[in-house]
């Protein structure tokens, strides 16, 4: 089956940690996202990416960091410099033929700074 | 300001009753527009989606919605509701600027739906 997976589900991460959220899809989708949802608040795209070794900042990119090494990967890092890490995080894939198309979603994972 | 605006926080409705969740957004030309739905803890699924064209748009799970260009609006609508409608439901808009598929998404639409 086709789809986003996003590991690990569940994270935990200590003041000052660096952590990284993977992502990976099998669809053969150019282009992939990151987003952070909070309660209240909708999603806010962190970065995306439109092609292999190029990525560009979204909304709210401080203190994450990205890489695009493969087409079907597009890990986040979460640095020790976000000072508000905790959150669920969504990574999802789209088409991109110079025109919208809808974006597929994975499940998220939830981050938790203890 | 550019934005797109779910007015409801929340929403209950009875089970078989009719539902409508509002979208409005503000953007100088028309956009596409998405809805979305999110069952806890879980991923997006897309429902419905208006690029072009007629302006009533069916989706996925008996979902439709109205695009209403004089309102700016993209509302959802369900007939009958059903137990497992029970989710957090967004509306997203593609401005078409910026040069990729850019997301604005409201803040959502919790559903509860009583038996």
């Known amino acids: ?6 590991s690990p589900k569940y994270l935990f991460r200590k003041e000052g940690q660096n952590v990284t959220l993977s992502c990976e899809q099998n669809l053969n989708h150019d282009a992939m996202y990151w987003y952070r949802q909070d309660p209240g608040q909708g999603l806010r795209l962190i970065y995306y990416s439109q092609i292999v070794n190029d990525f ?8 994450y960091s990205v890489s695009r090494e493969k087409k079907e990967s597009f890990p986040l890092t979460v640095t020790s410099a ?3 890490p905790t959150a669920f995080y969504l990574c999802a894939s789209s088409t991109w033929e110079g025109g919208s198309d809808e974006q597929f979603f994975g499940p998220g994972t939830r981050l938790t700074v203890l | 300001a550019q934005s797109v605006t779910q007015p409801d926080i929340h929403i209950t409705v009875s089970e078989g009753a009719s539902l409508e969740l509002r979208c409005n957004y ?3 030309a028309t956009p ?15 429902l419905l989606k208006y690029f072009s064209g007629d302006t009533l748009v069916q989706g996925i799970k008996g979902f439709e919605a109205e695009f209403k260009r004089s309102q700016s609006s993209f509302n959802l609508r369900k007939p009958s509701v ?8 967004f509306c997203a ?6 040069g990729y598929n850019k997301l604005i998404f409201g803040a959502g639409t919790r559903l509860a739906v009583h038996p």
């Open chain 2, 32 to 46: 596409y527009l998405f809805w979305y739905v999110q069952s806890p803890g879980q991923g997006l699924q897309l």
């Open chain 1, 56 to 63: 560009q900042k979204g909304d709210i990119a401080e203190g």
């Open chain 1, 1 to 6: 089956d086709g789809g986003i997976t996003q």
């Open chain 2, 82 to 89: 059903h137990w497992s409608d029970a989710a957090e439901y």
């Open chain 2, 93 to 98: 808009v593609d401005p078409l600027s910026g």
């Open chain 1, 82 to 84: 976000q000072k508000n």
């Open chain 2, 26 to 28: 503000s953007y100088g």
